[in-house]
């Protein structure tokens, strides 16, 4: 049986040396190919995608597998790590993507090619909490909204994105918006740090988007898009009024995220490449696209 090995480096002297010394560079690059990690885990089975930092324990991680196990991570204080062999089991396929709360330290979701989202909480042992059927594809990202805690934002490898409210997930429809644009897998979703109904997609349909969910449908503003649209070769004539802002020109995005620091900042990776954008109508309600 493969065993999968998941190690933590500490970087922090090479970063250093490089902050104070520009001849280091090739120094410090060969001596981090000879340093040993600093804690290492193999009790994994398989390869896995899935890893996510609390980002209220200094230290605590869970990481996930192909196998649909996911291992819990506790820091200690000697400088490393208890990982119990045990792991949480309560999804039937390879597990895609992990998210801890921004508001409860015992508490992550996770997603996976079974089509569900499971919520989990460490105290309770290694069942979820809660799980429900997200999408009828596999679920291949996650996001927990920082600003709105019961948020949770899930993309699909059928290019479907939808929203959840997670106090009404044991209800059953706890669905507040679900939108098919995308006719691709999502690879990435995160929402906006800075605004909590904003978010961002990114699409192996070579697309960038960005969702405002406090949008409403204005005719005005929809038929003078529509008029604009036409102009257009091959321009989409009718888009959810959620939609700001459509990001194009990148092959096989990969990944997003946006700035901490600046509002309105994202940076997206791609097979060729990354781009740092900042969009013109941000604030604006009307849908626009870029090249």
């Avoid at 001596?31 to 885990?41: D, E, G, I, R, Y």
């Avoid at 009718?238 to 700001?244: H, V, Y």
């Avoid at 990776?269 to 849908?287: C, K, R, Y």
Wanted: net charge negative; proline share 5%.
């Amino acid at each position: 049986m493969l065993l999968t090995s998941m190690q933590i480096w500490d970087f922090s002297s090479h970063l250093t040396a490089l902050a104070e010394s520009e001849t280091e560079v090739s120094r410090g690059a060969s001596s981090v190919l000879s340093q040993a990690p600093l804690f290492k885990f193999s009790g994994h089975k398989d390869e896995g995608y899935a890893i996510d930092w609390s980002p209220l324990v200094p230290g605590r991680l869970v990481t996930g597998d192909c196998k649909n196990c996911i291992h819990l991570w506790e820091p200690t204080s000697g400088g490393t790590w208890n990982v119990d062999n045990n792991s949480f089991i309560g999804h039937a396929a390879s597990i895609e993507d992990l998210q801890w709360s921004p508001t409860e330290s015992d508490v992550f979701a996770s997603c996976s090619v079974d089509g569900n989202i499971a919520i989990w909480d460490t105290r309770l042992g290694k069942s979820p909490a809660a799980s429900v059927k997200a999408h009828t594809a596999d679920v291949n990202v996650i996001s927990w909204n920082w600003l709105a805690s019961c948020m949770l934002a899930s993309g699909s490898d059928d290019g479907t994105l939808s929203i959840r409210d997670l106090r009404l997930l044991k209800e059953g429809d706890s669905v507040v918006a679900h939108f098919e644009y995308h006719k691709h897998p999502i690879t990435s979703i995160e929402w906006s740090p800075h605004e909590p109904s904003t978010l961002a997609v990114s699409s192996s349909d070579n697309q960038l988007t960005i969702w405002d969910l406090s949008l409403e449908k204005d005719e005005e503003e929809e038929a003078e898009f529509r008029a604009r649209m036409r102009e257009q070769v091959n321009a989409p004539q009718e888009l959810p009024p959620q939609l700001l802002f459509v990001h194009q020109g990148q092959k096989d995005l990969k990944e997003l995220h946006w700035h901490t620091q600046i509002p309105g900042m994202l940076v997206s990776t791609a097979a060729d490449g990354f781009n740092v954008l900042m969009p013109s109508n941000i604030e604006s309600t009307l849908p626009s696209t870029d090249a």
